[in-house]
């Protein structure tokens, strides 16, 4: 059995009248299914959506934004493209849509996130900007930091140069492990990180 499958499991079915529904535990539940039967056949149901979770677990994994409305951080801003801009949940490409962080020109500008704990990190999503130079996305190393804070495991590189509004995609080492996932341009000088939304998916 996979380690994982304990994030998932069967809890809290609820009854109402006929009506059984099986939930995911924890404040983001989600429903799995509802059935309208007897106690015989629930408790087939029952079954049969807990081998359905087993195969999803082993198949492809509960992985979930781990990024999303943590605090982040950057080596400058430019104007009011805060780091925060990163995490807040929209993807919106567009400069004007006020949803994208951004830092000053730098020699190698960096933005962070802190997951608030260590997790197991699969890959992060870059959304790059789209109404102007995308190319400024370009040698960006994804790094991963314990709490000691030193970004000393490296996920991957985006060589780039990024197309407008592309969805960069870094695949971690299987089993990366942290806390504070950063990106940083390396290479160059004068460079400008922007990023619309940044995406780290583990567990
Ligand atoms: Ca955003």
Redesign the pocket.
């Known amino acids: 059995m996979p380690s994982n499958i304990t994030y998932w499991y069967v809890g809290a079915a609820s009854q109402t009248g006929d009506v059984y529904s099986f939930r995911t535990p924890g404040p983001t539940s989600s429903l799995l299914g509802v059935r309208r039967c007897s106690i015989w056949c629930s408790i087939v149901s029952a079954v049969e959506i807990i081998v359905r979770i087993f195969f999803m677990s082993f198949f492809s994994g509960p992985f979930k934004n781990l990024a999303y409305g943590r605090e982040t951080y950057q080596s400058s801003t430019y104007e009011t493209a805060i780091s925060g801009?990163?995490?807040?949940?929209?993807?919106?490409s567009q400069w004007g849509g006020g949803?994208?962080?951004s830092t000053n020109p730098e020699h190698h500008p960096y933005w962070y996130v802190d997951l608030g704990k260590e997790h197991i990190i699969e890959r992060i999503r870059i959304?790059n900007r789209g109404d102007c130079c995308p190319e400024r996305l370009h040698d960006v190393d994804v790094t991963v930091a314990g709490h000691n804070k030193k970004f000393d495991v490296v996920c991957g590189t985006f060589r780039g140069p990024g197309k407008a509004s592309e969805k960069v995609v870094v695949q971690c080492p299987k089993r990366t492990k942290g806390r504070y996932v950063r990106l940083q341009i390396t290479k160059g000088s004068n460079n400008v990180l922007t990023v619309?939304?940044v995406e780290v998916m583990g567990r």
């Open positions: 801009k990163g995490v807040d949940g929209i993807s919106n949803s994208c962080a959304t619309c939304e």
